[in-house]
């Protein structure tokens, strides 16, 4: 059995959000989604589900991703920030539904994530306050993989803080049309 600590699975939500909305087509074409997460999609979904179009709209992205990451990279007893353990996949689906019930309140956050330049990845996720001084370090530590299709994390790991930050934020080695999934090797 995997082990993992704590986590803030609301800080999980925006960093899959950030990475989501980045690798659109619109973005660095990581993933074959174009502007759902931008203007344009909010305006589509907007008019199919009125309350809680930025939901949908993060679920048709996000499957969209975890499909892309698993085709491309896909090892066994490791974790992506699109795969982790089953009981952290199912602990973040049990609060999906209290933030679509505060759709107010992420209103503010999915503005912000419509309007991110398809530019630097990291400076977006500092400015976003969901990477710390340390994390964004470590992460431009990270070293993209000898065939371009992954990013190693260092170490055996626990799905912690520190990993799923690095996790996202190891999609900066990615080129536009070009992923490399970040990964963590996981500790039995």
Known sequence: MTRTATLDFERLFKLRLVIARHGEMDGMGWWNTNGVLGPMGRTVYSRGFPRTASFAQARVVFAVARARCRELWSPANCATLWSLPAAVEDEFDDHWQAWADDGEGWAPFFSKLAALPAGELLGSLE?????????????????????????????????????????AAGFFRSDRARPAVPYARLAA
């Open 127 to 167: 400015g976003l306050a969901l990477l710390s001084p340390a994390e964004v370090s470590a992460a431009r530590d990270l070293k993209r993989s000898a065939d371009g299709a992954a990013v190693l994390l260092p170490g055996i790991r626990v799905v912690d803080e520190e990993t799923v930050a690095l996790l």
